[in-house]
């Protein structure tokens, strides 16, 4: 496993844009599998973004499509979500996931989750 820690969430005005880091512990993070995740309040967690050990596939949840972009620096330990155009909908806790399976980060079975950074879209 590894330990992940998001941070860059805030307050945004709708058609404002976030940056979301997730950095993660550990010599092996290049080999997980990433992704993220959101849970509103009073709503189920729900898939947002994954992205593959190497960079090389990337797949996304048809309401964020477009608008946001997940990206890894492997000799940082970091992963990224550049969210642009957010909408009040957006509004949620956002989490990070870690696994090196890669069904499991986006079926939200994954090993290792951060605490989340919390996003709110004013509108």
């Known amino acids: 496993q590894v330990q992940l820690v998001e941070s860059g969430g805030g307050l945004v005005q709708a058609g404002g844009s976030l940056r979301l880091s997730c950095a993660a512990s550990?010599?092996?993070?290049?080999?997980?599998?990433m992704g993220w995740f959101r849970q509103a309040l009073g709503k189920e967690r729900e898939f947002v973004a994954a992205?593959?050990?190497?960079?090389?596939?990337?797949y996304y949840a048809d309401s964020v499509e477009g608008r946001f972009t997940i990206s890894r620096d492997n000799a940082k330990n970091t992963v990224y979500l550049q969210m642009n155009s957010l909408k009040p909908e957006d509004t949620a806790v956002y989490f990070c996931?870690?696994?090196?399976?890669?069904?499991?980060?986006?079926?939200?079975?994954?090993?290792?989750w951060g605490q989340g950074t919390q996003v709110t879209v004013s509108s």
């Open positions: 550990g010599r092996t993070f290049s080999s997980y599998c």
């Open positions: 992205i593959s050990w190497s960079g090389g596939r990337l």
């Open positions: 996931n870690a696994d090196k399976a890669w069904y499991a980060v986006v079926a939200g079975n994954a090993s290792s």
